[in-house]
């Protein structure tokens, strides 16, 4: 069934709700429904409903509620995924899997070795696209949120957000290649309900070691993703599978 996200907090059932802009066109002109069709409604403050079209006009969808969603679709973890700039699309695509996998947020950041860069101009381009994808692909995953994409300037931009999680990671691959597998499989094991945890990858040419010291000097837990070198696209959702299994298949 198909489902979109409202700007606007839910308050209670007796709320009119309105489909509009691309939302309504969506539902009329891609999906054809009609009145009496169901749909999911998914609003700010994270709450679900199944909802009844009652009346379609030219510009706008009117909905009642049905009945409120049960189901919990959230990791009881909250991740945020923090890339250095890759190069080409591959955020798109980080953006779109690492949504369907459940990450609460995406960052996008400069590293020393990253091939591409991004100006201010290609920030803005990219962050209303990559918002874009994260809606459609929350959408697609029956999320009862969007990750909120972020693309910062300064590497220093990314450190002074260390502070808002409880825990940091950082994939490095020379910890890979040392055999160094311990370290991300403690830090996920010892996570509880509610907590924020930022998982940091680096772009294709991997991190400097000045950026590493960086890293750790300002408290992050510096680790391997297993014995083989993963591709920057790769470690993020590679990352989300084993959080997912650990907090959500083996509970």
């Known amino acids: ?67 409120k969603e049960q189901a919990e679709k959230e990791m ?20 779109q899997k690492g949504t369907e996998l459940g990450m609460q947020a995406l960052v996008g950041f400069p590293s020393k070795y990253a091939v591409a860069k991004w100006d201010d101009k290609k920030r803005v381009k990219k962050s209303i696209r990559l918002q874009k994808i994260c809606k459609e692909a929350a959408e697609q995953a029956h999320r009862t949120m969007q990750p909120q994409v972020t693309l910062l300037s300064e590497l220093d931009e990314l450190v002074q957000k260390f502070k808002e999680y409880q825990t940091v990671l950082v994939a490095y691959e ?13 830090a996920i094991t010892q996570c509880v309900q509610q907590e924020k945890v930022l998982i940091i990858f680096g772009p294709e040419g991997g991190f400097s070691k000045g950026e590493i010291d960086l890293f750790y000097q300002n408290g992050a837990i510096i680790c391997g993703l297993g014995p083989r070198i993963l591709r920057a696209e790769t470690a993020p959702i590679y990352a989300l599978s084993a959080m997912s299994y650990q907090w959500e298949l083996l509970g």
């Open 76 to 95: 009881p973890v909250s991740v945020t995924i923090a890339c250095g700039y890759p190069k080409g699309d591959k955020l798109e695509w980080i953006a």
């Open 1 to 67: 069934m198909q489902r979109y996200f409202l700007n606007e907090r839910y308050v209670n059932q007796n709320q009119s709700f309105t489909l509009t802009e691309e939302d309504y066109h969506h539902a009329v002109r891609v999906m054809r429904m009609a009145v009496g069709d169901d749909c999911f409604l998914v609003f700010q403050n994270q709450c679900s409903i199944k909802a009844k079209i009652t009346r379609i006009e030219a510009d706008s969808v009117y909905l009642e509620e049905i009945e």
């Open 174 to 186: 020379e910890s890979a290649k040392k055999g160094e597998k311990s370290a991300f499989v403690q």
